[in-house]
């Protein structure tokens, strides 16, 4: 019996613990008739927004520069954590032409109590040693680990910027580590991926299960900030991830939307379920700085979300409030109980200042899948999916397939008729041109009229059949066999040893016609679809058919026959 080899899709968080962006599985083929089902964790595509808070301070901000004197000029760039029922920030202070990291903390996340620290001007970390940081210290990212706060922050030293590590019982009195085995004491250093080859930055540091993950920023030579994703075991010894479908190996380049144009930086990431988000900073020489929104399954593979209420497509653009009205950048998210909450760096005209926002869900979007290597060269054949679609929603989809990793990176996902403004919408749609590709992926487009409510997705199904098989002008298959008419069509295979005009022809066992079609086929396999009607378009009978398959080669017909089972 011919086989096919059916690939399951699901959406579930036990297919992405591997750190690659490719799920290697080495798909086992089963028989035709075989029922294989899975089930997946429920995917809801959300969309983001901010609705800035006014704060008390200067401005509308929450908190304002000018004390501790660390903090004279300017500060920015908050990291929060909810301790208990304590909100706890650390952020950057400016005075002259130095930061320092500085420490805050609040009952309601609005009003703040700023700490004066042990170091310079009050601040908590200080400039000096390691040597990565003798020039500036900011940018913190902190999480609590046990009892024991941990901080990964930016240093200077004068020429480039590196990332280094703090530990904390406090929060307030922290022993900076120097790491022997990297530059001048860092534990993230520069130079490799491409993208992070002059300085690394601007970052956002979890702690998933047993393992650190960091996603960063990376300035290359020609001055570029792009975002990185690293992972560790211990949060010291970092592994950089080189993404080999992004340009010079990072996870999220500049380009589009348009807010992201020239630069993307300064990631803010949460994983909620089992889909990571992140709230990054965008850069247009146009628009300014925003704010923009992406969505993962698995940290490495991101969808970044066009919001079409803002010009350039960003979830939170300058103009209010006040200490907002020029740019916003390095935000700092939390998932806050069922509320998503946000603090930002504002830029009001002269001074950074840090505001406060709530941000807003819309249950829209899209949503990329990892790439999925099939094994071996296949066919895609018909695209499945399961979930909760209701009255006012839908999911609709596109898909992108090649035979290699660096061709898939080249080529746009398509729907029917393989045009890119055109979407499978209906189960068991058949795929157009997608035939000898190894590397796949799909887009979910989820929409709704209900602001209430997501439509879910659970599982997603593509059949294939093998593309490698050996060309042979003896053979042919047809599959499912038997089919059954009005639920699927039947899929018809041959293959020609050169291009050259097709015959196709079904018969009842009795000889009589009951459809035919005329085509030019190209060398190798082939294949051609019936709905399971007749040539005046209404329904064949169950039963047995023959078809038969003549090939108009140029030195003489070569005529392949074979029988079909129709079930209605």
Not at 29 to 38: A, C, F, G, K, S
Not at 254 to 281: C, N, Q, R
Not at 460 to 478: G, H, P, Q
Not at 517 to 545: F, I, M, P, Q
Request: hydrophobic share 35%; net charge negative; with cysteine.
């Amino acid at each position: 019996m011919r086989k096919l080899i059916i690939i399951f899709i699901i959406l579930s968080f036990s297919l992405y613990l591997s750190a690659d962006t490719i799920i290697d599985t080495r798909f086992s083929e089963i028989t035709e008739n075989n029922n294989v089902e899975y089930n997946g964790e429920v995917v809801k595509l959300d969309f983001s927004g901010v609705r800035p808070i006014e704060g008390n301070e200067t401005s509308e901000s929450v908190i304002n520069f000018g004390s501790p004197a660390f903090a004279a000029n300017s500060v920015g760039m908050p990291s929060v954590i909810k301790d208990g029922s304590m909100y706890r920030m650390w952020y950057f202070g400016e005075s002259g032409v130095t930061y320092r990291i500085g420490y805050a903390y609040s009952y309601d996340g609005i009003n703040w109590i700023k700490v004066t620290g042990p170091k310079t001007g009050g601040s908590v970390i200080d400039i000096g040693s390691p040597a990565f940081v003798s020039s500036d210290a900011y940018y913190p990212s902190i999480i609590k680990d046990g009892s024991l706060y941990k901080m990964w922050f930016s240093g200077q030293d004068g020429v480039s910027f590196r990332i280094g590590y703090a530990f904390s019982t406090n929060g307030i009195d922290w022993t900076v580590y120097s790491n022997a085995s990297k530059t001048k004491g860092c534990v993230l250093d520069i130079g490799s991926p491409a993208f992070a080859k002059v300085s690394v930055s601007y970052h956002s540091v979890m702690k998933d299960g047993s393992l650190y993950k960091m996603w960063f920023t990376g300035i290359d030579d020609n001055s570029t900030n792009r975002i990185g994703y690293a992972t560790s075991s211990d949060g010291i010894d970092w592994t950089v991830y080189s993404n080999s479908l992004k340009i010079k190996g990072c996870v999220i380049r500049e380009g589009s939307p348009a807010f992201a144009a020239t630069h993307v930086y300064s990631p803010s990431v949460i994983k909620d379920g089992f889909l990571y988000k992140m709230w990054f900073t965008g850069n247009n020489i146009i628009l300014g700085k925003s704010i923009g929104y992406a969505i993962s399954p698995d940290g490495i593979s991101w969808t970044v979300q066009s919001n079409e209420s803002h010009v350039g497509g960003s979830v939170f653009e300058p103009g209010y409030p006040d200490c907002a009205l020029v740019s916003v950048e390095s935000a700092c998210v939390i998932k806050d109980g069922s509320s998503y909450k946000i603090w930002y760096t504002g830029n009001g005209g002269a001074n950074l200042r840090i505001g406060y926002g709530l941000i807003t869900v819309y249950p829209s979007g899209s949503f990329i899948s990892s790439v999925i290597n099939t094994g071996s060269p296949v066919d895609l054949e018909k695209l499945y999916y399961y979930g909760d679609v209701k009255a006012g929603t839908s999911i609709k989809f596109q898909v992108k397939g090649a035979k290699t990793i660096s061709e898939l990176g080249m080529v746009s996902f398509t729907g029917p008729k393989n045009r890119t403004d055109t979407y499978y919408d209906s189960m068991g749609e058949t795929i157009d041109g997608m035939t000898n590709v190894q590397y796949i992926q799909y887009k979910a487009c989820f929409s709704t009229t209900d602001d209430t409510y997501s439509p879910e997705l659970s599982m997603v199904k593509f059949t294939t059949v093998s593309a490698d098989i050996a060309i042979d002008d003896n053979a042919s298959y047809v599959f499912p066999n038997p089919f059954h008419q009005g639920e699927e069509d039947l899929s018809i295979r041959y293959s020609l040893s050169k291009a050259s005009e097709v015959e196709i022809k079904i018969y009842t066992p009795e000889g009589r016609e009951v459809w035919d079609t005329s085509l030019s086929g190209n060398e190798g396999w082939n294949t051609v679809r019936w709905n399971g009607k007749d040539k005046s378009g209404n329904t064949a009978g169950s039963g047995t058919y023959l078809y038969v398959i003549t090939k108009k080669y140029s030195e003489g017909d070569k005529t392949v026959k074979s029988i079909i089972m129709l079930v209605r």
